[in-house]
């Protein structure tokens, strides 16, 4: 068991991951000596040094600390990486992410957001509440929440909120005193081998919640398994026997309006301002788990209204009248569905182009029949090659398996160093009038073509 009291130096192997890196700020708030390692250099690895947190990106262990308390790493990284393997065989105390953020919340209040999609919004929505009315908290999130340009803050109140991670079934190391559940799509099946098995992870989870804890889950999901938790509160967008759901909502310049029933309780003239119609239902449970802590209504719909989103979560990067630029992280089937059908409702009369980059070989075979049905509702698109992450590839998976299985013509496969070319041609070749919706989806470094692809689409903003 991790006793986080004794520790002075911490070394974190992919320090760079979003998970990762949150937990190193926090230790590094707590004043301790923190460093690590990733293979990327990337805008948060940056950020982490400008804090004063030393990262260095080659696999030499020559540049490994060797007084080090404890060693944390990822299960992103390689067993075979150099570092790791040292810390093992010199005995070392080595902990997964999720040992060291379940010992780091063990004895706190925990509130922890599950879900295979919506989790990271849902939880920078609760903590930005919190913060913003004043109540405070420990956020430990999975995205940079806009409003403070961090994924990670903390507070004198011993309350926690967490982004609870399914995969490697992390989230079961963790003692939740209010958890959400969003969405239990397959994925991770690498991990799972089968979406019942996973299924029943996300049933185990609500069982880890404390006797007098309480689960939000979204409605449909709690008519369909029987979880575990001894309190539960079904959310929905717009179903009205649900026990927390919108009402009247309406979309004004792409952001929104609408009133929220919780359990009859009726919170009136709250203003959502960040796109996506399924981000007013991510609000909804956000809203739900705040008054569950008794904080008062106006100062909800005060901090709602402030909420600036989450990077690369239907994050604008343009957006004009005859041109919008989205950015987004969408990298499971379900994921691009929904943003693609919000960006297109909210911008109908715009052709809509969305430029993705599938997420890990095994994903890619598993949804590969997903994922051209969600992509075929674009009017064009542009498939990248599979950015591998922590996987070998595997013979017969490539992008190609999804182009194959498409109904829509309109898309090609092209290298990430061409997307750029490819942009200036679509800007060139439009008719004149033509207004324009591109998408960038995906986990990998699609990332990295934002701001070049900002500054490309930018010289033609009218």
């Known amino acids: 068991m991790v006793d986080i009291k004794n520790i002075q130096r911490i070394y974190f192997i992919g320090i760079g991951g979003i998970g990762m890196s949150a937990l190193a700020r926090y230790f590094s708030f707590h004043g301790k000596k923190v460093e690590g390692y990733d293979k990327t250099k990337t805008a948060l690895t940056l950020q982490l040094e400008s804090e004063g947190i030393p990262v260095h990106y080659t696999d030499d262990i020559a540049l490994a600390p060797k007084d080090a308390d404890i060693i944390v790493y990822t299960p992103a990284v390689p067993a075979s990486h150099t570092a790791l393997t040292y810390y093992r065989e010199n005995n070392f105390q080595v902990v997964k992410r999720s040992d060291m953020l379940g010992a780091i919340t063990r004895n706190s209040f925990n509130i922890c957001v599950a879900g295979t999609h919506g989790k990271t919004t849902i939880s920078s929505m609760i903590a930005h509440i919190l913060r913003h009315t004043g109540y405070g908290c420990n956020a430990f999130l999975g995205g940079i929440a806009s ?35 969003s969405a239990m799509d397959a994925d991770h099946l690498d991990i799972y081998g089968t979406e019942t098995a996973m299924q029943e992870a996300f049933v185990a989870f609500s069982g880890k919640i404390k006797p007098s804890g309480t689960l939000f889950v979204k409605s449909g999901l709690a008519e369909r398994f029987k979880f575990l938790a001894p309190r539960q509160t079904t959310y929905s967008l717009d179903a009205p026997d649900a026990d927390v759901h919108a009402q009247q909502v309406e979309m004004v310049n792409g952001n929104y309006l609408f009133n929220l029933s919780i359990n009859r309780e009726l919170i009136d003239d709250l203003a959502l301002n960040m796109g996506g119609l399924h981000n007013v239902e991510n609000a909804s449970v956000a809203i739900a788990v705040a008054r569950s802590l008794d904080i008062d209504i106006e100062a909800i ?29 969408a990298h499971h089937p379900e994921e ?104 960038t989806a995906g986990a990998g470094d699609i990332d990295t073509l934002v701001n070049p692809l ?8 009218k």
């Open 301 to 329: 719909r005060l901090a709602v209204e402030a909420f600036r989103g989450v990077k690369r979560r239907f994050e604008y990067i343009i957006k004009t009248k005859s041109l919008v630029y989205i950015d987004d992280y």
């Open 336 to 439: 691009l569905a929904t943003l693609i059908d919000s960006a297109k409702s909210l911008f109908s009369e715009m052709k809509c182009t969305v430029i993705f980059q599938p997420h890990l070989f095994t994903r890619t075979r598993d949804l590969a029949d997903a994922f051209a049905a969600r992509l075929d509702k674009a009017d064009e698109i542009v498939l990248l090659p599979i950015y591998p992450a922590r996987e070998l590839p595997i013979e017969g998976v490539s992008s190609e398996l999804i182009k194959q299985k498409m109904n829509n013509r309109n898309v090609r496969i092209l290298p990430k160093d061409d997307v750029e070319d490819f942009i200036r041609y679509r800007k060139s070749s439009a008719q004149k009038g033509e207004s324009q919706l591109f998408i």
């Open 147 to 181: 409003n403070y340009n961090s994924n990670f803050w903390s507070s004198e109140r011993d309350t926690c909120v967490i982004e609870a991670d399914e995969y490697d079934r992390s989230f079961l190391k963790l003692s939740p005193d209010i958890a959400v559940i």
């Open 454 to 461: 900002k500054k490309i689409l930018s010289e033609t903003v």
